[in-house]
C-alpha cells in the first residue's frame, strides 16, 4: 500500500483502515508479552518477522486522547494487515516497544542495501 502523501488528503483512522482493507491489508494484529500477534490465529511474529508498508498518525484537533497511529504491516509468512494504538501520552508501551524494534531492523536494512 503506497501512498504519495504529497496528493492525497488526511483522511480519518477508519478511512485509511477501510482503504488498508480494500487494498488486501485485512489481517488484525495485536502486540502480546512484547511479541505482534496475527487475532485470529494467535501466531506470533518477533520484529525481524514484520515489516511496515506505510503508517499513518492522527492528531485530535482538541483532545490529545484523539491521537492515534496506524501501521500497515506485512509478516514474513505473508500476512498483510493494520493495528493500531493511542499515539502519545495514552500509548501502549509494549506497543511502542515492538514498533520501535522493527524501525530499527528496516533502517539497518534500507542502510545495508
Same mark, same amino acid.
Request: proline letters at 3%.
Given at each position: 500500500m503506497?501512498? #504519495?502523501?504529497?496528493s492525497?488528503?488526511?483522511?480519518?483512522?477508519? $478511512?485509511?483502515? @477501510?482503504?488498508?482493507?480494500e487494498?488486501? $491489508?485485512?489481517? /488484525?494484529?495485536?502486540?502480546?508479552?512484547?511479541?505482534?500477534?496475527?487475532? #485470529? +490465529?494467535?501466531?506470533?511474529?518477533?520484529?525481524?518477522?514484520?515489516?511496515?508498508? /506505510?503508517?499513518?498518525?492522527?492528531?485530535?484537533v482538541s483532545?490529545? @486522547? #484523539?491521537?492515534s497511529i496506524? !501501521?500497515i504491516i506485512?509478516t /514474513? #509468512?505473508?500476512?498483510?494487515?493494520?493495528? +493500531?494504538?493511542? !499515539?502519545?501520552?495514552?500509548? +501502549? @508501551?509494549?506497543?511502542?516497544?515492538?514498533?520501535?524494534k522493527?524501525?530499527?531492523i528496516?533502517?539497518k536494512t534500507?542502510? @545495508?542495501?
Amino acid at each position: 500500500m503506497k501512498t #504519495d502523501s504529497a496528493s492525497v488528503p488526511m483522511r480519518s483512522l477508519s $478511512y485509511c483502515m @477501510e482503504k488498508a482493507i480494500e487494498d488486501g $491489508y485485512s489481517a /488484525n494484529f495485536q502486540v502480546v508479552d512484547g511479541l505482534l500477534q496475527h487475532a #485470529d +490465529s494467535g501466531q506470533s511474529y518477533e520484529p525481524e518477522q514484520v515489516r511496515i508498508v /506505510n503508517f499513518f498518525r492522527f492528531e485530535g484537533v482538541s483532545d490529545p @486522547e #484523539d491521537n492515534s497511529i496506524l !501501521y500497515i504491516i506485512e509478516t /514474513n #509468512d505473508g500476512r498483510k494487515g493494520t493495528i +493500531s494504538d493511542a !499515539y502519545g501520552t495514552y500509548a +501502549s @508501551e509494549e506497543f511502542g516497544a515492538f514498533f520501535t524494534k522493527v524501525e530499527d531492523i528496516q533502517k539497518k536494512t534500507a542502510t @545495508e542495501e
